[in-house]
């Protein structure tokens, strides 16, 4: 198990769909658990194949509710049904999202409320998890990820400026930038 250097924003993988899973082999079960290593150690509350570098629908998630339940797994070839987007303007604090591959920034997006997960995990066993509020966001942001978009080409006016702005300002958005949980410091 190890901890990997994750993709930032500008690298082709994270802006293509994402292949399928055939076979859950012991490759698979080597990236599942780097990617429960890495998503420790960013730290982040999911994490997608496609930002390790790797084209695979894959996700994994550890996230505790307000309820104290502890929602931690992986989605394999997953489909996500959402309830229809709310129409409203994104509240600054409420609807403030980040991702990994886009480090050290936030910005608000509206998501939708509920959102059902089908997938498998690593025995190959189908699920389904029905999911309202912030674990609801959290696979449709990972589920975006293997479709290849990221939370920030959702963004309306003015926060899609504001992230198109900060994304230049760091010479990000070109392919091999990339960095490396417990090492670089992205913050500020
Ligand atoms: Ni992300």
Known sequence: MAVRPICITGEPVLHSPAAEVEVIDDDVRALVADMFDTMEAAPGVGLAAPQIGVDARIFVYDWTDDDAVHWRGVAINPELLVSPPPVEEADEELD????????????????????????????????EIDAVG???????????????????????????????????????????????????????
């Not at 608000?108 to 690593?122: G, K, W, Y």
């Open 96 to 127: 403030s999202e980040g991702c990994l591959s886009v480090p050290g920034e936030r910005f608000p997006l509206v998501r939708s409320a509920r959102a059902v997960l089908r997938a498998i995990d690593l025995e190959g066993e189908p699920y």
């Open 134 to 188: 912030w674990l609801a966001r959290i696979f449709q942001h990972e589920n975006d990820h293997l479709d290849g978009v990221l939370y920030v080409d959702r963004l309306e006016h003015p926060h899609r400026k504001a992230a198109q702005k900060a994304i230049r300002k760091q010479s990000w958005g070109s392919p091999g930038r990339s960095w490396m949980p417990g090492v670089d410091n992205l913050e500020g």
